[in-house]
């Protein structure tokens, strides 16, 4: 028989209000957001888990309900389609052989391309912006969800304002409706563009988007058949669109009958949308994927997680199911479930860039420094906003570590902390100062005399920064660093405590 300690619950009943203090309120923040401050912690920690829950998804109906950054900065039109006077000029200047037209023509598209490239680029340091200085953090993680979910890249799609209106897309429904999103997909420009439906069309159907809405998006494989991704794409074939709006080309849809997952008739889209969520698989699909986001990856079999994890997961499908696909209701008691908070499933997942960067910033609360430098590093770690590797998403788990993408990620971390690059430091280094005293205050309050105490300090840091107490031999490190720093608590050594928690394997998780 397994250990005691080994066996995980798999009660979906809400934590004790007893049971939920500042470590239980720490992964809350963490899962369900991009950590917080000590402040935020021990105000979720005063609340309670309910109040604290209940705030996290506390979140508008609608994308940009908060004013910045403002995504009017965004051009609609670079990569929009040649006029017809365009189109006239490259068919007269083809027929006539006069390259002087066709090179201007090719120059005026080659510099759209690179307008566009830079967008992008704009585009991620807005994103990033949104995920630092957010008030609902759970919005901003739930899209980030979703992008690796319904996986688009803009490598594939090259139109930026696209790949923007997708990413509003996922804001607007992050804790809706599924089935309204799933609805929204097959209307998405960047979508349709990325998985070729805009190639579809009655007599020459094109599968892509019909197999992956089944085997990626809603049912995961084994749970339809070929038979039904060939009349899924029957049903979808005319969903295309006409520079940056979704349209239907009725001409092109093959309004044959039709039979998909048991279900017969001259379907549409929609219908092939109702079909899928119609089958129980679905919500417990969904379930899943969000399960193995903010509670377990599960990727370790060592784990002692695997069969009350399977439960949990029927369990919150059957939830989302109960709720007609609205995601609030499975979120909220996921969220507040025992299992949520069993010691397996904290500081059980390796952050991803984005959450190690983000994290790093909003619960050390260090200057941002330089967006363009966190993008890079990102990418550089295996996570580029708007270029996810392939229709499947990233990969998520041990994925993320390697002996290059460490290196990154302390880098990034010191970056943060210090201004320090490889190569230099950054130019506002001297001025963008980091004071990390500020993350003491709480300490101070809670127990008086204590921010002056180096065991104290270093103990509380490590609590704050690892989720759990130090090991002998790390406490043995600190004790050793602070003694060797004149054993007194100042911004320097606390700078120099934080620049060695954040280098421990522990720190890597979340």
Known sequence: MAPEQTQVTASLEPIAPAKFGYDQARHLLSRAGFGGSPEQIRTL?????????????????????????KADQFETDIMRPPTEEERRMYREAARAQNEDVLAQLRLKRQDAQRRDRQQVRQMQRWWLTRMIETPRPLEEKLTLFWHGHFATSYRTIENSYHQFLQNQTFRAHAAGNFGEMLFAIIRDPAMLAYLNNNQNRKGRPNENLAREIMELFSLGVGHYTEQDIKEGARALTGYTFEHNDFTFSKGQHDEGAKRILGQAGNMDGDEFVKAILAQRQCSRYIAGKLYRFFVNDLNDASKPVGDA?????????????????????????????????????????????AELVVGAVRSLRTPVRDLGILNDAMDLMGQNLFFPPNVAGWAGGRSWINTSTLFVRQNILNFLLTGKTPSGYDPLASVEKYDPQILLADLAKSDPGADKNPGKVADYLARFCLGADLRTDQKRILGEFMQTNGGRVTTDSVLGLLALITTMPEFQLT
Request: proline share 11%.
């Open 45 to 69: 920690a005063d609340w309670g888990p309910a109040k604290s829950v209940d705030h996290l998804l506390d979140l508008p109906n609608s994308p940009g309900a908060y004013p910045w950054p």
């Open 309 to 353: 994890a399977e439960r949990v997961i029927d369990d919150l499908g059957a939830t989302l199911l109960a709720s007609r696909y609205e995601l609030k209701p499975m979120l909220r008691r996921m969220f507040l479930s025992q299992h949520f908070f069993a010691a397996p499933n904290v500081a059980s997942q390796i952050k991803s860039p």
